[in-house]
Nanobody, 132 residues
Framework: EVQLVESGGGSVQAGGSLRLSCTASGFTFKDSHMDIMGWYRQAPGHECEPVSI????????NYADTVKGRFAISQDNAANTMSLQMNNLRPEDTAVYYCATLGYDHTVVRCGGAGPYGMDYWGKGTQVTISS
């Protein structure tokens, strides 16, 4: 059974930094056959938004325009973890952040959903709150 567990959320002031980690069990990031691995977020009243995504099919790494230059995604294959370093945080970064892996590349409609093929896996999310 695939399980993803996030850690590292919290509350900081604008301009601060946080590092989120995602620990996986039931599969390995290194040998994953999943198309997509990455971080999503959802703020109250907003849609689920991809923050940083690794596409295993073409090897690309993508960031939302709003976080480019401030966030960085990484993997530690030995520890089977995926991390998101978030610097120069802004109040608009406030959201619940989710670690996810998707069996097939598709537009996520709802954070935490199983996806159109039932092959999306999500952590429970970790709250990030940035105060001005």
């Amino acid at each position: 059974e695939v399980q993803l567990v996030e850690s590292g959320g919290g509350s900081v002031q604008a301009g601060g930094s946080l590092r989120l980690s995602c620990t996986a069990s039931g599969f390995t990031f290194k040998d994953s056959h999943m198309d997509i691995m990455g971080w999503y977020r959802q703020a109250p009243g907003h849609e689920c938004e991809p923050v940083s995504i690794i596409n295993n099919r073409d090897g690309s790494t993508n960031y939302a325009d709003t976080v480019k230059g401030r966030f960085a995604i990484s993997q530690d294959n030995a520890a089977n973890t995926m991390s998101l370093q978030m610097n120069n945080l802004r109040p608009e970064d406030t959201a619940v952040y989710y670690c996810a892996t998707l069996g097939y590349d598709h537009t996520v409609v709802r954070c935490g959903g199983a996806g159109p093929y039932g092959m999306d896996y999500w952590g429970k999310g970790t709250q990030v709150t940035i105060s001005s």
